[in-house]
C-alpha cells in the first residue's frame, strides 16, 4: 500500500522535524514517498533538505522513497496529504511586515496586527491556487495548513476554495498543553486544556488532568512564574496578578500584544535596534542551520531547530495525520469550521478549537458562551479576520483599509492608511490581487 504526502514549501528549514516525525510513525502511519516542493529560489535548500533527509532514513532504516521537485502538480499527483508551510516572499517579506508598522508606531509583527494582515494579502491567493490544483490531482488527499496566519488562511481555504478538505495548525496549542503537562508532573495526553478563540488567540478556561479539575494550580503555577509556554520568538512579558485573577483565562503568549501594547512596541522597538527584526534574527539562523545541514556526517534532526518559534510544529501535523489516516477519535486543537461549537460566532468561521480527529476531519467539541471578559475582542478579531479575507480575495483598496482599520494592533484612521500604502507599496511583488492594471 502507498501513502504519499507533498510537502510544499519543502525547503523550510523547518523540514527535518516533519520527516522525523514520518520517520518515528512508520508503525501507525506508514508513509511511502514524500515529495518536497518549493520553487526555483528555494532550489539549494530544498536539495540540502532532501540529502539531509535521505540520510535520516536510511540511518532510521526505513523504506520511504524522499525526492525533491519544482514542479508542484507532479508533487500533488496522488498525494494523500499536503503540508503546506510557505512564505510567500521570504524572509525579506517577513522584516518589512515587522519594521513598517513598528515605525509608525503600530506593532510590527508577522501575525499580528498591520503586518498579520499583509501576510494574509500575499499568501491566500497563492494557497488558492494550491488548493485548486489539489482538487484537480489528489481530491481526497487533506491539507495540513501551517502558512500563517494560520486561522485566517483556513477560513479563506475553507469558504472561497474549491478543495474542502483543509485544516489548519499551530503549535501554540500543543505547547501550552505540553509546559502544563510537565509542571503537572503528567504526561501530555493526559492533559487536556479547554480552548476557545482564534489562532494565536486562544485563551484556556479550565485544565484537566485524567479528567481532574487542575485550573487553580495552573493559574496559582503561572502567578508564580512557574509556567511558561513562550515561543523562541516570544520574549516573555509577565502577566499581573490582578490580570490572572480577574480574567481567569490561561492567555497564549500572542496576547501580549494585546493587553500589554505599549510594554511590547518598548520591547520591540530596543530588541529591533539592537538585534533587527525577528525576520533578520531568522535570517542569521537559518543561514548557520542550513551549513549544519549540509554536513554529510549529520543524520538527524539538529537540537539547533529549536531556536525556531515553530519548533514542534511536525509532532501537530503528524499526529493528525496518523489520527485521520486510523480515524483515531482523539482531541487535538486544531483550525476548523465553528459549525455551533461557539455560539456567538458565525457558523462558518474558523476557530481554534479541540476537536475529535476522525477520518471525516475535526469535529469541534462545544464549550459554551465565549468567557464575558473577552467575548467582545474574539467578535471583534473574527470581523477583523472576515474583512482581511475579504480584502485578500477583492484586491480593493477600501477592503484592505477596513480590515486595517478595524484590528485592534491599528485602530487609527490616519495610521491605517499610512501603514497600508507603505506596506503596500513595499510588497507589491507578492500582491497580484493589488496590482491589476
Ligand atoms: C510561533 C508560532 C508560529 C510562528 C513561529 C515563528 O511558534 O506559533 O506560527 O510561525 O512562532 O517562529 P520564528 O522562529 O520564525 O520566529
Redo the contacts with the bound molecule.
Keep these: 500500500m502507498s501513502l504519499k504526502i507533498a510537502i510544499i514549501g519543502g525547503g523550510s528549514s523547518y523540514t527535518p522535524e516533519i520527516l522525523e516525525g514520518f520517520i518515528q510513525r512508520q508503525a501507525t502511519f506508514p508513509v511511502t514517498e514524500i515529495v518536497l516542493v518549493d520553487v526555483k529560489a528555494g532550489e539549494e535548500k530544498v536539495d540540502t533538505i532532501c540529502q539531509l533527509g535521505n540520510r535520516m532514513i536510511a540511518e532510521a532504516g526505513v523504506n520511504i522513497q524522499l525526492t525533491w521537485t519544482l514542479d508542484r502538480r507532479s508533487a500533488l499527483q496522488g498525494a494523500d496529504f499536503v503540508s503546506t508551510q510557505i512564505r510567500v516572499g521570504g524572509l525579506a517579506a517577513r522584516a518589512h511586515d515587522e519594521r513598517i508598522p513598528l515605525k509608525h508606531g503600530l506593532i510590527g509583527q508577522e501575525?499580528n496586527g498591520a503586518g498579520g494582515i499583509m501576510k494574509a494579502f500575499r499568501t491566500i491567493p497563492v494557497l488558492m491556487e494550491i488548493a485548486e490544483e489539489m482538487q484537480e490531482l489528489c481530491p481526497d488527499a487533506w491539507m495540513i495548513n501551517f502558512t500563517?496566519p494560520?486561522g485566517i488562511v483556513t477560513e479563506a481555504l475553507l469558504n472561497h476554495s474549491v478543495h474542502k478538505k483543509v485544516i489548519g495548525v499551530?503549535?501554540?496549542p500543543f505547547n501550552m498543553r505540553h509546559s502544563t503537562a510537565e509542571l503537572l508532573q503528567a504526561a501530555p495526553e493526559d492533559v487536556l486544556i479547554r480552548f476557545i478563540g482564534l489562532n494565536h488567540f486562544i485563551f484556556g478556561d479550565k485544565v484537566y488532568v485524567k479528567g481532574e479539575d487542575r485550573t487553580a494550580d495552573v493559574f496559582q503555577k503561572l502567578l508564580q512564574k512557574e509556567l511558561d509556554y513562550n515561543?523562541?520568538?516570544i520574549m516573555p512579558l509577565d502577566w499581573s496578578e490582578t490580570f490572572i485573577k480577574a480574567v481567569r483565562l490561561l492567555p497564549n503568549p500572542y496576547h501580549q500584544y494585546y493587553f500589554q501594547t505599549p510594554s511590547v512596541l518598548e520591547k520591540d522597538k530596543q530588541a529591533y535596534q539592537e538585534n533587527g527584526t525577528?525576520a533578520e534574527v531568522?535570517q542569521a539562523l537559518e543561514e548557520s542551520l542550513f551549513a549544519l545541514y549540509k554536513q554529510e556526517s549529520l543524520r538527524k534532526k539538529p537540537e539547533e531547530l529549536e531556536q525556531?518559534?515553530?519548533a514542534f510544529y511536525s509532532q501537530v501535523a503528524c499526529q493528525l495525520m496518523d489520527s485521520i489516516y486510523n480515524h483515531k477519535e482523539d482531541i487535538q486543537t486544531v483550525n476548523t469550521w465553528n459549525h455551533g461549537a461557539i455560539p456567538e460566532l458565525p457558523y462558518d468561521a474558523v476557530i481554534e478549537a479541540n476537536c475529535v480527529i476522525t477520518k471525516q476531519g475535526p469535529k469541534p467539541i462545544s464549550i459554551g458562551e465565549i468567557p464575558a471578559p473577552v467575548r467582545g475582542m474574539i467578535q471583534n478579531m473574527k470581523a477583523m479576520e472576515e474583512l482581511v479575507i475579504k480584502a485578500s480575495i477583492s484586491g480593493e483598496y477600501e477592503d484592505a483599509y477596513n480590515a486595517f482599520l478595524v484590528n485592534p494592533l491599528v485602530q487609527d484612521e490616519k495610521k491605517a492608511k499610512l501603514v497600508l500604502d507603505e506596506l503596500l507599496e513595499a510588497h507589491k511583488d507578492y500582491l497580484p490581487q493589488y496590482n491589476r492594471m
Design positions: 501575525t500563517n494560520a499551530c503549535n501554540i515561543p523562541a520568538n525577528r531568522v525556531r518559534g515553530g
